[in-house]
């Protein structure tokens, strides 16, 4: 008689399933892609922030265009930014402000834009210092001015 035993299975009753070698070839091959994309998405996201703050400062050169058709001049230093938003008490009649919708926001790192009347190079100047939120630097945190 022979006794056939039951103990190794036979392909047709394998039950389903991943063996351990093919769910870690898996996490090679995303790994792998992770780290090819990975980079490549991060400084998208740098570029975006950098494209806000040149976006902003076109929306402040433009407010301040309309500030100087008004009142004859450009905001001092002294007065900033706000002024676009609230009249300051030397622009008098003039002001037919708000000239900002919602007013300054930070820059997309969260600072404040630096205004400076006069500028070296022009009437007025306005600069984001960037992700470290300090002048100089290079990558994003350059600085990203108006001239």
């Known amino acids: 008689m022979n006794v056939v035993t039951r103990n190794a299975r036979s392909p047709r009753t394998r039950a389903g399933g991943f063996t351990l070698l093919e769910l870690l070839v898996v996490i090679v091959i995303i790994g792998l892609l992770a780290a090819y994309v990975g980079p490549k998405y991060f400084s998208q ?6 494209t806000i703050a040149k976006a902003q ?6 407010s301040l265009d309309t500030y100087r058709l008004d009142v004859g001049r450009y905001p001092s230093g002294e007065e900033g930014l706000a002024a676009l938003m609230t009249a300051p ?4 009649a ?3 402000g708000p000239y900002l919708k919602k007013g300054v926001p930070p820059d997309p790192w969260g600072h404040p834009y630096q205004y400076r009347s006069p ?24 600085d990203i001015s108006s001239l």
Request: charged share 30%; no cysteine.
């Open 94 to 96: 003039k002001w037919n």
């Open 119 to 142: 500028a070296a190079k022009g009437e007025y100047e306005i600069v984001s210092f960037g992700r470290d939120g300090q002048p100089g630097g290079a990558g994003d945190n350059a």
């Open 57 to 62: 400062i076109e929306a402040f050169e433009k």
């Open 45 to 50: 996201l740098g570029k975006s922030e950098v």
């Open 89 to 92: 008490a030397s622009a008098g």
